[in-house]
């Protein structure tokens, strides 16, 4: 899963993006640029140059032989676009020990146990994310503690849970390049890991592996 495509007859390199030289070759769920305003014209017959958009999820910019200036800040705010979009469609939930009601936490928990493919994650300001199917419970080990319950006890029950995966360092080794630019938001790292990999079917990088 790349986060964005690029239309281009240019040579380019923009890790995590599907460089192409065609619409049909674009990833139709992701965010597309078009650069040069040739082929843009010879794609969409009324785009206005007066107006970068050209429909949704869908923008087009100079090359840098008609207008460099514009192709390098288009290019740097459809990039930032697209990483700001990475895990927008995942559900975040905080579970709040100290004034969620006790059914509410059963329900919270009975939901993780159901999960058949868990991450977790601590970070370093122990926050403990729980992902699977879309959804990422947060819990603060620091609050756990503070009420009397040991982390550990928490952390090994989770991980005792079928199919259940703990990512520690590791996930910096292989998708650095993502975490770095994602500002700190620690709740996405285990989708990140998830998605991070090749896609054995097709030998597609999802994310790089730096």
């Not at 288009?74 to 469609?89: A, M, Q, T, V």
């Not at 993780?112 to 926050?127: A, D, G, R």
Request: aromatic share 12%; hydrophobic share 35%.
């Amino acid at each position: 899963m790349f986060i964005g495509n690029i239309v281009t007859t240019d040579e380019i390199n923009e890790e995590n993006f599907n460089i192409v030289e065609s619409l049909d070759k674009c990833i139709p769920t992701l965010p597309t640029l078009i650069i040069g305003w040739k082929i843009t014209k010879e794609l969409f017959n009324d785009t206005s140059i007066l107006h970068k958009k050209i429909e949704e999820d869908k923008w087009w910019t100079f090359n840098s032989k008609e207008r460099k200036v514009d192709l390098e800040q288009d290019l740097k705010e459809f990039k930032s676009l697209c990483y700001s979009n990475i895990g927008k469609d995942i559900k975040y939930v905080y579970i709040d020990i100290l004034y969620h009601k006790t059914t509410t936490i059963k329900k919270i928990i009975t939901k993780i146990k159901s999960f058949n493919n868990i991450l977790l994650y601590v970070s370093n300001t122990n926050m403990l994310y729980i992902y699977d199917e879309n959804i990422v419970f947060g819990l603060d080990l620091n609050i756990v503690e503070f009420i009397g319950i040991k982390k550990e006890k928490i952390l090994t029950s989770l991980t005792q849970l079928p199919h259940s995966i703990f990512i520690r360092n590791e996930i910096f080794n292989k998708c650095m390049c993502i975490i770095k630019k994602i500002d700190k938001n620690d709740k996405l790292i285990p989708y990140i890991y998830r998605y991070g990999e090749c896609n054995e079917d097709n030998n597609t990088r999802l994310f790089c592996t730096e």
